[in-house]
C-alpha cells in the first residue's frame, strides 16, 4: 500500500482525464496539486467526497491549488459523473492504473467480510516544487475540503 509520505517527491505520472485531455506532473509545476485517489465514480462516498471538493473550490482557488481526481473509471463514466455534479476540476480515467499504481493507492480491501484488490481513498497534497505536502488515508468523504485546508 501507500509508501509515499510527506517529503517525498511526487511520482512524475501521466494520465488522461474524461475528455481525452493529457495531465501530468509538470503540467502544475508553480501550483499546489490536490490528487484525490477514489473507489468508483458515481458511487455515494466518492459524490459526497467529490461534491465537498467543488462546494469548496473557490478556497482551493485562493489558495493556488489545483484538484485532479483519479479512479479507474472509463472516461466515459468520469464524463457523466462531472457532468451530473458540475464538478470544475478534471478527473482521469485511470483504466489501467498506471497512476494509481504509481501513488500505491491499489491493493487488499475488506467490505461486508469479502476481501478483494480495490483503490483506496487516499488524497495527496502536492508543493508548488513537486514535494508530498500531506497524505490523507483517512478521508472525511463530507468534510475533505477542511481536511485538505485545515
Not at 517525498?8 to 482525464?17: L, R, Y
Amino acid at each position: 500500500m501507500t509508501t509515499l509520505k510527506i517529503g517525498d517527491h511526487a511520482p512524475q505520472f501521466s494520465g488522461v482525464d474524461q475528455d481525452g485531455k493529457s495531465h501530468k506532473l509538470a503540467d502544475y509545476t508553480g501550483k499546489k496539486l490536490v490528487v484525490f485517489f477514489y473507489p468508483k465514480a458515481s458511487t455515494p462516498g466518492c459524490t459526497a467526497e467529490a461534491c465537498d471538493l467543488r462546494d469548496n473550490y473557490e478556497r482551493f482557488q485562493a489558495n493556488n491549488y489545483a484538484l485532479l481526481g483519479v479512479s479507474a473509471d472509463s472516461a466515459k463514466a468520469q464524463a457523466k459523473f462531472k457532468d451530473k455534479y458540475e464538478f470544475p476540476f478534471s478527473l482521469l480515467a485511470d483504466e489501467d492504473k498506471s497512476v494509481i499504481n504509481a501513488f500505491g493507492v491499489w491493493g487488499p480491501k475488506k467490505f461486508m467480510g469479502r476481501e478483494y484488490d480495490g483503490i483506496h481513498r487516499t488524497t495527496f497534497v502536492i508543493d508548488e516544487n513537486g514535494i508530498i505536502s500531506d497524505v490523507i488515508s483517512e478521508v472525511k468523504t463530507k468534510a475533505h475540503a477542511d481536511q485538505i485546508l485545515k
